[in-house]
């Protein structure tokens, strides 16, 4: 079988999965954030935490949780790496610098899980299990909770009030989470991945020698690392290790945990507002994107030129062998239109265009189909600007989903559109203008500043993933891109929360022959090019002086 039919037979059946899923899993989702009943387990940490889940809350009060329940999280996991020298099962683990701590335990509180670290070498097993992977659960949590508050201010009216921050986060981790990230765990443990509480191995290697490998609790954070569009790896090579990502089956099922949840918030979208015809034009979009820059990587990425990539069948440098060049670029595709940053092969070495597909992914919001929460309220954002720019075209006051877009809500979407170009922008401005950040870089030229940018996008997206060809691990670029993480992260979710509890506390108007019909394949068609103008527009220039420049020069 050659190469390219194996990676489209791959491509196909995950689609076919994906798909199969698709309604039971989005309708139980809107059960869940739906349901006014409460587990006893449920009750039991409401009790313990202080809070009352049955107490609506208007958007300043959900955000004030949102945010509280974070800085706690920041706080937690920074103390718990500085103090790792004296926790127990920590053996040989020193205690981490604080730059480096400081930036890890924002990356993972953000969803980020951008590291600067290696894994194996520098976190303990209780740094990674109670640290680590709780964080996993609960940041994850954090973003599917805005999501839903931002659907719930499409449906109610002449109110304001969102839900209750607490029982969301809470039943987005208790029912949802940790069933689907269990029975995932199981599945790679008998697919081949570790999970052990075991100190340091010393390996022997195939050319002579020996190598020290760390045990751990790989799968079970394998699983919830990748269905939370987390991404951060136990191991420094990430999804490319064997211990946490073992074969082709176990590839494609890891992809298939990071898209689950996205894709299949569009049909809790639609449940929730009572229209599943909406949700489906949101996932036509997605799927549209993702399919897209799939079909667009595959042919970068085979497209080889030159004896050597003709043995090869492709371009495989950096790229595991058992993977092959369609099981990574489906990878690399889906960790970059999500928030995963999850890896299986490293994007420095991908050809030129190869890594400006994985950066556009980024760049584009991480909405096709995103993180977990974060990947529907940023399309969103983004339909209300296409019905906006629509009503614009016909002179007609916007409407969606049967509430105005006024100049309020307006204001709040471009503000949201605009944070995180200026952060990746501005802080890509500066390192290559200072000359300590320009050190870190291990290559020159347009593929130096790709490495650069694709840092600062990755962190400012909550994405996680590196090119791996910078040293990041500076007090300039831990402070820098953790600082990028924070505000990436939070200052959205401000905007979304505001525009939900605008949205809220209007009186639905009803729809006449004039309103835009959100839910035909014309607004689709109308999504996708609102996402890739704004995405253009803004990163033009520096693509151009990145990887355009570098994949033309090839």
């Known amino acids: 079988m050659s190469p390219v039919l194996a990676g489209v037979l791959q491509l196909l059946a995950l689609m076919a999965a994906l798909a199969l899923a698709y309604v039971p899993l989005g309708n139980y989702m809107a059960k869940v954030y739906s349901s006014p009943k409460h587990s006893r387990v449920e009750k039991w940490i409401y009790k313990a935490i202080g809070a009352d889940p049955d107490t609506e809350m208007r958007w300043p009060a959900y955000l004030r949780g949102v945010l509280a329940f974070s800085v706690a999280g920041v706080l937690f996991l920074y103390l718990l790496q500085r103090l790792q020298g004296v926790l127990p099962g920590s053996p040989d683990f020193a205690a981490i610098d604080p730059d480096q701590a400081f930036n890890t335990a924002v ?219 369609g099981g990574s670029s489906v990878f690399a595709v889906s960790t970059t239109l999500t928030s995963t940053g999850a890896v299986n092969s490293f994007h420095s070495s991908f050809t030129g265009l190869g890594g400006g597909i994985t950066m556009l992914g980024m760049m584009l919001g991480e909405i096709a189909p995103g993180g977990v929460g974060s990947g529907l309220y940023g399309m969103l954002i983004m339909a209300v600007v296409a019905v906006f720019i629509a009503g614009l075209m016909v002179g007609r006051t916007p409407e969606y989903l049967g509430k105005k877009i006024g100049t309020r809500e307006i204001k709040f979407a471009a503000c949201y559109i605009l944070i995180t170009p200026t952060l990746v922008l501005a802080l890509t401005a500066a390192a290559m203008a200072l000359p300590t950040p320009g050190n870190s870089m291990t290559n020159s030229g347009a593929h130096g500043f790709s490495e650069v940018l694709y840092a600062y996008t990755s962190a400012s997206n909550n994405n996680g993933s590196a090119f791996a060809g910078l040293n990041a691990d500076t007090q300039w670029f831990n402070t820098t891109l953790g600082l990028a993480m924070l505000l990436g992260r939070f200052l959205p979710m401000v905007f979304v929360l505001a525009l939900a509890g605008s949205l809220a506390e209007q009186k639905p108007v009803p729809a006449t022959a004039g309103t835009l019909r959100t839910e035909k394949p014309l607004f689709s068609g109308l999504l996708v090019g609102a996402v890739l103008i704004v995405t253009g527009l803004t990163y033009f220039p520096a693509l151009a002086l990145g990887p355009l420049a570098e994949g033309l020069a090839a």
């Open 107 to 325: 990356s993972f509180v953000t969803n980020t899980n951008w590291q600067s670290y290696y894994g194996e070498q520098a976190m303990g097993h209780v740094v990674q299990t109670a640290g680590l992977a709780v964080q996993n659960f609960v940041s994850a949590a954090v973003g599917i909770a805005v999501a839903v508050a931002l659907v719930r201010g499409f449906t109610r009216s002449r109110t304001g009030e969102l839900g209750n921050f607490w029982a969301d986060l809470v039943r987005g981790v208790i029912r949802l989470l940790v069933p689907i990230a269990a029975l995932a765990a199981v599945v790679l443990v008998a697919c081949g991945a570790i999970q052990n509480f075991s100190g340091i191995h010393e390996v022997g290697q195939f050319m002579g020698g020996a190598q020290q490998w760390n045990g751990g609790a790989v799968a079970s954070q394998e699983a919830i690392k990748e269905l939370g569009t987390n991404g951060g790896g136990y191991f420094n090579a990430n999804s490319s290790h064997p211990f946490e990502n073992p074969t082709p089956f176990t590839n494609l099922f890891e992809i298939f945990l990071i898209l689950l949840i996205p894709f299949s918030l569009t049909r809790t979208f639609g449940v929730m507002t009572g229209s599943v015809r909406q949700g489906y034009a949101i996932l036509a979009t997605m799927a549209t994107i993702w399919v897209g820059f799939v079909a667009l990587m595959m042919w970068t990425e085979f497209a080889h030129n030159g004896p050597a990539l003709d043995m090869a069948g492709a371009s495989m440098e950096g790229k595991e062998v058992r993977f092959g060049v």
